[in-house]
């Protein structure tokens, strides 16, 4: 990374402490030494580690036991696994799925992604299963809540700074975690950039062995990155049929709203200056009346009302009961894009678990080979409220989210691209691990309509067709910084065009490149005369 690059994100680490001060989170004193911490730190997961301790909630009691990642003086880098890449068609898009520990993934993300991610779904680990190398080194192999949400900070901060302005990120959660990981999301997106949170219900029936009632649900939590970010509702398509009243001089037919105000905010004391008369058919002056009888208020102000008395949009009935006029506006058929269907928190009947473990059975033929897994119809819900170019998912475990982009792209048309990153963890069920027996074959089976050894036997493939996407595969590798065998060096091994580059014509630009942008390489290299005396080739 550039020193540019990780001082933009030590400021933002820093903006981040001074906001806790405001909400009285920590003490003016404790931040200014965090802050000169960070400021004299030597690199971005140094600074992140050191913002972690201003994140003692003493207001809501929130606090937890941080563990430090496992740092070393290697730098990581992506390596495409030519073996489980392929191309189906050179024309479709390209997706990528990077084997890896997703922190080390994050960083490299960031060389070419920051700023450009659109959505973020994430379903970290909060059982106590493995997380392979990563947790049996600092986290003794076991997922506890304060593993949780150390592992989750550092991620989340480089997750925010993927975002683009307009971006969003989802997070599947548990009843037992879901409000501390909300703090967490609450501290690092802020408050203010909540935007609300799902409740799917993730089953129906069995549950016997419950304790006390059966859990049916699951949480989603959803922040947007800044104000920017627009949630697409859909619009139902109406038919004349809807459209009850008949416009003579128009010859056309509306619907009727009532313009009285009803509901919340419905008494004049609400909105005053949104109380006044109008003339009634039979010129008598009307004012607006609340549900309960009390003066009332409109839906709309003086300027709007006189636009609809001018161009004859006010349609009048009578009660029969009461004998009161009651004013409505015409909504032309003509002029209406639909009916507005509005977004719900509680996601009824979209998908189960067990709608998860069949998805998978039938791309495989044998069940469980991954648990806990999630519906592609799911994430399809989730992403198809969004305007979205680029896709991340960092804790993709069985690769559903690609599924899941490339089935919304075959049905509305568009061109959504999807980066998956997984550890490659081993268990009893996968020995070669997780992203080689599972995320990476599922992957080439739904697009290639085949396996990498070419078994086309499976159910999936008898009823769909392969989305016919083509995937680059990159695993995390790593080199010393102060390598300097011949061919083996940073500059030789980290390949720029994975980066979104074209190759580099001059040595010198190459290793410039390398030096601004993978950490802990800049500082050594400027010290080592071979480096010095490369720099000078043209």
Request: hydrophobic content about 30%; proline content about 2%.
């Amino acid at each position: 990374m550039t020193n540019e690059t990780i001082n933009k994100s030590k400021e933002e680490l820093i903006l981040e402490i001074k906001k806790r001060v405001e909400d009285k989170i920590i003490e003016n004193s404790n931040a200014d030494l965090i802050i000169k911490l960070i400021n004299n730190s030597d690199s971005l997961s140094e600074a992140i580690a050191i913002a972690q301790l201003g994140t003692t909630y003493k207001r809501t009691g929130f606090h937890f036991d941080k563990r430090l990642e496992k740092l070393d003086n290697t730098i990581k880098y992506f390596k495409k696994n030519k073996e489980l890449s392929f191309v189906n068609d050179e024309v479709k898009l390209t997706h990528k799925l990077i084997i890896g520990d997703n922190y080390d993934a994050l960083l490299n993300l960031l060389i070419e992604y920051r700023n450009k991610i659109d959505v973020i779904y994430i379903d970290p680990p909060y059982g106590k299963d493995s997380m392979g190398e990563f947790a049996d080194v600092n986290y003794n192999n076991s997922i506890t809540r304060d593993n949780l949400l150390s592992m989750m900070y550092p991620r989340l901060f480089l997750a925010k700074s993927l975002l683009s302005d307009c971006g969003v990120i989802f997070c599947s959660i548990d009843d037992r975690n879901q409000a501390y990981v909300k703090c967490q999301f609450d501290e690092i997106f802020g408050e203010s950039n909540f935007i609300g949170s799902f409740i799917w219900q993730k089953k129906t029936g069995g549950g016997q062995a419950d304790d006390y009632f059966v859990t049916e649900h699951e949480y989603i939590l959803a922040y947007r990155k800044s104000k920017e970010f627009e949630w697409l509702d859909f619009y139902e398509d109406l038919t004349e049929t809807d459209f009850k009243y008949y416009d003579k001089e128009k010859n056309e037919k509306f619907a009727i709203t009532k313009l009285e105000k009803w509901g919340n905010s419905a008494h004049k004391e609400d909105r005053p200056t949104m109380y006044f008369s109008i003339k009634a058919p039979d010129g008598s002056d009307f004012f607006p009346m609340s549900p309960d009888g009390l003066d009332g208020r409109w839906r709309v102000g003086k300027t709007k009302m006189t636009t609809f008395i001018e161009e004859n949009r006010i349609y009048w009935d009578k009660d029969h009961k009461t004998g009161r006029w009651i004013p409505y506006e015409k909504k032309y058929f003509s002029e209406t894009k639909g009916k507005l269907n509005k977004s719900r928190s509680i996601l009824y009947k979209i998908a189960e678990t067990g709608t998860a473990t069949n998805e998978l059975t039938s791309i495989f033929g044998q069940k469980d080979v991954f648990v806990n897994a999630k519906p592609t119809e799911l994430i399809k819900h989730l992403i198809q409220h969004v305007n979205c170019d680029i896709i991340l998912d960092f804790f993709a475990g069985s690769g559903t989210t690609g599924q899941a982009v490339m089935q919304l792209n075959k049905e509305d048309g568009c061109n959504r691209q999807f980066i998956l990153c997984t550890n490659n963890e081993i268990n009893n069920k996968n020995p070669n691990g997780i992203a080689y027996d599972v995320t990476s074959k599922r992957l080439k089976r739904i697009m290639s309509g085949e396996c990498y050894d070419g078994t086309k036997n499976f159910d999936w493939i008898k009823n769909n067709d392969p989305y016919g996407d083509n995937l680059d595969v990159y695993e995390i590798e790593k080199v010393a910084n102060f390598e300097s065998s011949e061919n083996k060096t940073p500059f030789d091994v980290i390949d720029e065009t994975l980066y979104g580059l074209d190759k580099f014509v001059s040595i010198k630009d190459k290793i410039e490149w390398v030096c601004n942008n993978f950490e802990h390489t800049q500082k050594n290299v400027e010290s080592d005369d071979k480096w010095r005396e490369r720099l000078e080739i043209k």
